[in-house]
């Protein structure tokens, strides 16, 4: 069924303002020098996001669907392209830090003059063509969300390598929890459920393909691990003993020379770390972050305990905690993360952290790219990768489901990532 | 129940001696100067496969159990561990290829030192005793005939970087096929399936943890892929086509400039490839080997098909062919592949190659690690890795079974590797 | 002899801003997104560079001898050190373009506060400091000298490093030659020469250590090699002939794909150039630049010539031009060459390019390196590293002298570097 | 004037088979294992010394002279071409140590037939013949004397490599000094001095360009530094203070955790040293071998003292020590160095260890290389390496002069490399 035109421009609009807006409020707080830097292959500069999100509705609505559209600037889509080969050749990856053209104002006017083509796109289009757009028009939206979190953990990368260590924002108050929820195993019936994303409306085509999935029953903790937690497995000299680790995360450990989570810093024999506020005392209730899957599956093991598969962890999330509501994303603004409140059943399963499960990245069963470039979106990741699930405290929180699924290399650190454990 | 002391000890004593013998029947070809290089990291020079083999029966049998055991050599210890942290420190794995000594007499005399000693235990031991060693004595057999596997593929790749192209044996007569089989697509019943190893004899701990797994109807090829369907691929412009690739496999093929499978050599428009028999003619009717995880998934794509999961191989080899009896392995002394015979049912499934599969080498539910340093086998090594079923032309024949799980790194090619199709 | 103490200080002062000023306004026309990266480790920041010639006053002059002076940031000395090992810990060169903060805005603070404190130490200083200081004080301004070379060379990679292309500044109308002066091979007598500075100005360590050399008659072409002479080389296959080249060379032109020099780029068959105004045609007439070492001796050999050593050119300097007056200098603010001018005698020899002699940069003969931190200054880099003479375009003026001996790998091309044969 | 063909014969027979016969002695000692591996890539495999040495001959004599000559082997010419891009394509350096074949025996097969073929070739040229191969024949037999010490030199970096520490060969009984050679520094009187070798024998072509060169007044030290007085400057912490060091020298020290020279390990608070008769207590009065030009700099810088050119070399050798009749060479079967005789003069000129000079190793005015293939025997070698003078306890003795220059890259360490002061 088509929405009546008009609505349904309005609505599009609104939610495309929104979002576009979102973005730039995030790198409001930016100096025009901190959004050109590459300080790791995995960081993008924020300037870079700024265009490359701007570059997808410029190349996939407005030059296909916009007739006598007259691009920005015709080298944009060789400086902007991200991965897309179908798209054509592109500024390699290692070599975003280096553009300093165009500057920052002009990748704001280059958003603009984007904007104002959308809206009156969208206010002149049929319905049969909105119909037609609907689609990618809301890849783009969700994939703007996506790059803000992105932005989220980029920006704390690269302030947290400035001896300086400034600030994103000074801190909010926020709520104190006395102690920590009490951990507990909460059981969660196996047999066989239907994984994947059952509904119509958006998803990422790495969530379709819904099939069933036989597990044993078992059980799951009712919160994340709290960086106390993992201060102990610390002190038990868990970086040191080889017999917890998976082989390449102990080589990996030894030759990075870590022995904390990422941007925890020693300081007179007391542990803080760098968060977007500076630097700060940690809080021994709050769930560990920054750490690789080869750290969380090492805490599991020293613990006794495993990771989730991401089947069981879909299936809890469903039965425990399905709506996103009221938990700890971007919105809170609270750029880091929170002690477990005393609620009833499973905390923090969306929002908080990504949780690392023990799933690779694979396709599911029936699982079909889209064609074309869009087809490039997913599926040619779908190695080497491990599964995170749940969203975390610089997710949006429109942009969640239980059925969500993000994906790593085990040895990334930067994502604001945490542990679940299981048994 | 015990098996009568004198009759248990003939027979491990008999196993124990072939297994050996065939080890070093293997390198009889070879001249000293072979038995010392190391041309890639992942290849071990054959003088290091002959005595770490060895040293895994003095480090876990004979100095814990054979009282007053004299060492053969201090230093062997240090020399020959391959990688068990438990066991202390080791020459570093990228290092073999630098010691010229021990030499490959003093190699074999190190053998025979520890066969004698070993046939001495095995003599004397109480029925006790020999229950109480028997885990770690099959491990010891099988450990030793994966390195035959290992010893073929390894001295192919050894042989096969000079310029000389030498041949390991001349090639013995063997049947030719005037055709390559029909392919067809045989369909395999799905549902809950019990996957793992179910029996009391020996198996690897990686195919333990019993369990059940839900998979859809299927259909699987009757044969695996040929180098004559594999050429149309690299004709078509397979290499070239990011489509059908996963993201770091395309960039790997393009890095490393893949063209073809390893040892595929181009003469004058005219691919041959380098053999255990020398440079040889392609028999467009044989499957295709020595292709990576990438490969495979890129042939699979091109061809509108995909990879098996590791569950959906294991339910379809227990159907078709769970006897590895007349399979082509180690002891048909092809050292390569053949045709598919026209069989009824699925060929190739044991034996000729080994398959690549669409399954990540992750812990089945209810894995549990030996104690001590045995648990370093097989357990440290579940990540960024693929499961391959089924064995090859290098496989010893007892050695395999349908539940039994190898694993390499995506990226690998120079074991007998294979595809086979599924939909 | 002490000057008057009053025109003392308004003679530094003076000189000191002067120079301070002409930082600043090579730097003017840069946004601040220009300053902040580093695209290879061999070009610093230009807003490094701003901050850290700053530094050196606050270090070697305002800490220790500047009653009460406060530092204008603690963290300044760890980011802006750049090699000085006595001065203590500092960010690794390679994370330069890394440090977003402090921002430019920040830097032109420091800046500011060192000038102020700076002129207000040199009013308040009595005689006698100011006979003490006149070494590092003149030594602060001739490295501020050579960052600005440096700023120059450093934006102009920064800036080629962007598809866009952009130009530092517009173009000048500058003089056209109607044909380049004609080559001629000028005869210099030998016998034996002083070598090094023999006055008592302001020069550096490693122009000390006067001496005399013993050279053969030679002979030394008029004027620099010609872009169009360097075409001809390469029209002629010369990057291809691994004849002319040193091994290493050869080498690395081949692992880089060097075909031309630095920052030529070819379009439909015709070279072009990318210079501080942008890309532009090649001027046949004006010298080559922007090559390394190799190449320029690849060239000579080529052409059946050779380079100069070090001390032939600082005897035809002293001979021909001994004075910079007149030179195409960073003053005359052409920021790229000039085609030489019809004048008698040897040309070019002071400005346009540096010019690659076939000497190591060696200490020479009683060279002693000053104590304390100012010893690193040069003395550390004599190996590796070949001695180049005359100035460039990008030279203050007041800068260079016949003596002067700069150096960098032989593999460099990102300063303006030139050929110059003998015979 | 040309020799009566005969004894030409004779003396250019006997002469070659002399050197021949010395290499095989050399490797007699080792197992072919031994002859195969590359442990770095300066590191040639003993096996490829003998069969490069024999190409020599077979390359540059019997191909182009002798007519009807069949190659031995027509891939051998790829095999065994060292560096001559003119003679065609070859393995790689760093793939030395992949060949397995041809192995040892057939080497010495191919060994046997070049000598064989040579032998007939002199009996049967003529006289002009002679006279025409004459100076590339002696240049095979210089070749062939400078892997003889190359062999020697690999030889105990291979063994050093195995954990068992392998003897070369047992210990001779070796004069013992009760006492180190009092230090003096001797006089030499400067001025104008000719360089280079002036007579009509054979020399490399990099000893020639006589030509005049001027030097002050120096001081030169009457013996080699010893291991004694290179253990104080460690034991002052000489490694960890920088100012001793050249900056690229300090960084690699560092990187490569340089505490001592190379082959020393330090036991229970001992310095030991492997050494070609195994593992031996460190003489105290002997000079200490196996450094670095940095850390031969380094040391000089510590000690107040400095390095000399390789003009001031040479003229002190020429002065006091032009005769090398009596020196510690291979001849001597020494195999490492010797304390200082107690002798008038300047001992250890000729002999012992080849001394670092701080002189590049750049051409002599008028150098010229030779036209054809061996043009590259010397002169592509001319950028980024340093001179070493005097020949070493690895270099026949008959292959030495004053005006030799050996050259190697400034960190390299595995050739017997000295210290000889000067101020």
Not at 339 to 352: F, I, R, S, W, Y
Request: proline share 7%; charged share 20%.
């Amino acid at each position: 069924m088509l929405l009546p035109v008009e609505t349904a421009t309005n609505v599009l609009t609104t939610r495309f303002l929104a979002i576009r807006t979102q973005t730039e409020a995030i790198c409001q707080p930016l100096q025009p020098e901190d959004t050109v830097v590459q300080p790791i292959v995995d960081v993008s500069p924020p300037k870079w996001h700024l265009a490359h999100t701007t570059w997808f509705f410029e190349t996939f609505i407005l030059q296909p669907h916009q007739p006598d559209y007259a691009v920005f600037h015709p080298k944009y889509n060789y400086l902007f392209n991200s991965y897309y080969n179908s798209i054509g050749s592109r500024v390699l990856r290692n070599q975003r830090g280096t553009l300093t053209r165009p500057n920052l104002q002009e990748v704001y006017q280059y958003r603009a003059y984007v904007n104002e083509q959308m809206q009156e796109f969208l206010t002149k289009a049929s319905a049969e063509k909105l119909a037609e757009i609907a689609p990618v028009f809301e890849l783009g939206l969700q994939h703007e969300q996506q790059h803000q979190e992105l932005l989220i953990t980029d920006i704390k990368y690269i302030l947290s390598t400035n001896p300086l260590l400034p600030a994103y924002l000074p801190k909010q108050t926020k709520t104190v929890y006395s102690e920590a929820l009490k951990p507990e195993m909460l059981p969660v019936k196996g047999g066989i459920h239907e994984i994947g994303y059952p509904g119509t409306d958006f998803c990422f085509d790495n969530e379709l393909g819904v099939h069933k999935v036989y597990v044993d029953d078992f059980k799951i903790m009712n919160r994340l691990v709290t960086n106390g937690e993992y201060l102990e497995f610390m002190q038990a000299g868990g970086y040191e003993d080889f017999r917890h680790w998976l082989g390449e995360g102990f080589e990996l450990a030894k030759t990075e020379h870590w022995q904390a989570p990422l941007y925890w810093v020693q300081h007179e024999d007391k542990w803080q770390h760098f968060t977007l506020h500076g630097l700060e005392e940690i809080d021994l209730h709050a769930p560990v972050t920054h750490i690789s899957f080869y750290e969380a599956n090492a805490y599991a093991t020293w613990a006794g305990k495993r990771l989730l598969t991401e089947f069981e962890w879909e299936i809890a999330c469903k039965q425990f905690h399905p709506d996103p509501a009221n938990g700890n994303f971007l919105e809170s603004k609270n750029f880091g993360t929170l002690p477990a409140k005393n609620t009833e059943g499973c905390a923090q399963l969306l929002g908080d952290l990504w949780e690392w499960t023990y799933s690779a990245y694979h396709p599911y069963p029936n699982y079909s790219k889209a064609p074309g470039a869009l087809g490039e979106y997913n599926g040619k990741f779908m190695i080497n990768q491990m599964v995170l699930r749940g969203g975390s405290c610089a997710t949006p929180q429109s942009h969640i489901r239980p059925t969500y699924r993000n994906f790593f290399h085990p040895d990334k650190r930067w994502q604001f990532t945490g542990i679940r454990l299981a048994e």
